[in-house]
């Protein structure tokens, strides 16, 4: 599972579990910023996958500024654990904050 996001692109490599790798992103998530708001409006589901429509405001520890921002997490599943994590954002607003 790959991470692109605040803290640029990660990869967990072949020897880290997925449940690591998704520790390690909420990890370095928590230390980057303070989550003010995460509201999940949406759940879609269909066969392997689940789409999750979220806004979310946080402010970035390093400057902080603040972000406002409408998101979309995909979960897709393979035999009942996690197999791809994806985070569609406004990447300009989330650069923004951190610049």
């Known amino acids: ?4 996001g605040p803290g640029g692109r990660h990869s967990g490599g072949r020897n880290v579990s997925r449940q690591g790798r998704a ?3 909420f990890a370095t998530l928590g230390e980057e ?7 999940p409006h949406e759940f879609i589901a269909q066969d392997d996958h689940v789409v999750v429509l979220i ?3 946080a402010t970035v520890k390093r400057t902080g500024r603040k972000v406002t921002d ?7 599943f393979r035999g009942g654990k ?3 994590f994806e985070v569609f ?3 300009a607003a989330i650069v923004a904050a951190y610049s």
């Not at 599972?1 to 692109?4: P, S």
């Not at 409408?70 to 897709?76: F, P």
């Open 23 to 25: 520790g390690r992103f």
């Open 70 to 76: 409408h998101l979309a997490h995909i979960w897709t």
């Open 33 to 39: 910023v303070e989550i003010h708001r995460f509201e």
């Open 82 to 84: 996690l197999a791809r």
């Open 1 to 4: 599972m790959d991470r692109a």
């Open 89 to 91: 954002s406004d990447t």
């Open 55 to 57: 806004s979310s405001e």
